[in-house]
């Protein structure tokens, strides 16, 4: 079992939620990526929201796995919202030269699902319905029920 | 990964604030994968320091018996990489450290030193 066996990837309507709550290596990285692109695909989720507030460092490394699964989720026709940057890590960011290339950030999960949801809103009326439900509950589940 | 966690615990021991420490262990996870990326293996050493002004510091040497470094003077421009890195770990290591220092030669490797005061 390899160290990004560790982060969970919730369903929670069609958005990925990837709360990361360990430090990563450079291969638990790797995985993750790799993880969260069959994720996308088998599930056909339209948005990835990373939660990465309890990461006390992000290096260049890290830094370039988010650009990178940005760009990858785009290609899949997903959006990736990265949440809850502390402070220390984003000045750390900046300074080391990190621009977070194509990803939006946010403070925390509930502006990155409103961010998503709105996307997903603005594209496709027919998920309007589903999106209702983000408000109240998170929930895991496979296919979305009213495409039944 | 091991640097890292043990260069965040010095710094929290010698009374760094937050945003020190997480500077010094980016800087600490950016020049040891070098080390590991250019080199296969080397060796991170930690020590406290003392500026002559009485401030304490924290002082990290990165060294390696590798190649070395052709072209010191690319390597430390933003976005130069021989490798497959984003070309950010030396010049942003240098940003984040109030002193900086790199040696480097083919036949004796290289070592970078960096120093944060408090």
């Given at each position: 079992m390899n160290g990004s066996q560790r982060i969970p990837i919730l369903k929670v309507g069609r958005v990925l939620v990837v709360p990361v709550q360990v430090d990563m290596d450079d291969q638990t990285v790797i995985a993750l990526q790799e993880r969260i692109l069959s994720e996308l695909e088998r599930t056909g989720a339209r948005g990835v929201l990373i939660d990465i507030?309890?990461?006390e460092m992000v290096d260049s490394f890290i830094g370039r796995m988010l650009s990178d699964i940005a760009s990858m989720a785009r290609i899949m026709d997903a959006r990736t919202v990265v949440v809850g940057i502390q402070p220390a890590v984003a000045i750390t960011l900046v300074e080391l030269g990190l621009?977070?290339?194509?990803v939006d950030t946010v403070l925390n999960v509930d502006e990155g699902i409103k961010l998503l949801r709105d996307e997903f809103g603005a594209h496709d009326e027919a998920d309007d319905e589903e999106d209702d439900e983000l408000q109240g509950e998170l929930h895991t589940f496979g296919e979305p029920r009213h495409h039944a | 990964m091991v640097a890292r966690g043990e260069v965040r615990a010095m710094a929290v021991a010698l009374g760094f604030r937050l945003i020190d420490q997480t500077r010094l262990a980016t800087v600490a996870s950016e020049l040891a994968r070098n080390i590991i990326k250019y080199a296969g293996r080397g060796q991170v050493i930690a020590q406290p320091a003392r500026h002559a002004d009485g401030r304490t510091g924290l002082r990290l040497i990165f060294e390696d018996s590798g190649?070395?470094?052709?072209?010191i003077e690319a390597a430390m421009?933003?976005?130069?990489?021989?490798?497959?890195?984003?070309?950010?770990g030396l010049p942003g290591s240098r940003r984040l450290a109030h002193e900086f220092e790199i040696v480097s030669s083919p036949e004796r490797g290289t070592r970078v030193t960096v120093v944060r005061w408090i």
């Amino acid at each position: 079992m390899n160290g990004s066996q560790r982060i969970p990837i919730l369903k929670v309507g069609r958005v990925l939620v990837v709360p990361v709550q360990v430090d990563m290596d450079d291969q638990t990285v790797i995985a993750l990526q790799e993880r969260i692109l069959s994720e996308l695909e088998r599930t056909g989720a339209r948005g990835v929201l990373i939660d990465i507030s309890l990461l006390e460092m992000v290096d260049s490394f890290i830094g370039r796995m988010l650009s990178d699964i940005a760009s990858m989720a785009r290609i899949m026709d997903a959006r990736t919202v990265v949440v809850g940057i502390q402070p220390a890590v984003a000045i750390t960011l900046v300074e080391l030269g990190l621009e977070l290339r194509g990803v939006d950030t946010v403070l925390n999960v509930d502006e990155g699902i409103k961010l998503l949801r709105d996307e997903f809103g603005a594209h496709d009326e027919a998920d309007d319905e589903e999106d209702d439900e983000l408000q109240g509950e998170l929930h895991t589940f496979g296919e979305p029920r009213h495409h039944a | 990964m091991v640097a890292r966690g043990e260069v965040r615990a010095m710094a929290v021991a010698l009374g760094f604030r937050l945003i020190d420490q997480t500077r010094l262990a980016t800087v600490a996870s950016e020049l040891a994968r070098n080390i590991i990326k250019y080199a296969g293996r080397g060796q991170v050493i930690a020590q406290p320091a003392r500026h002559a002004d009485g401030r304490t510091g924290l002082r990290l040497i990165f060294e390696d018996s590798g190649r070395g470094i052709p072209n010191i003077e690319a390597a430390m421009r933003d976005g130069f990489s021989t490798g497959r890195g984003l070309g950010q770990g030396l010049p942003g290591s240098r940003r984040l450290a109030h002193e900086f220092e790199i040696v480097s030669s083919p036949e004796r490797g290289t070592r970078v030193t960096v120093v944060r005061w408090i």
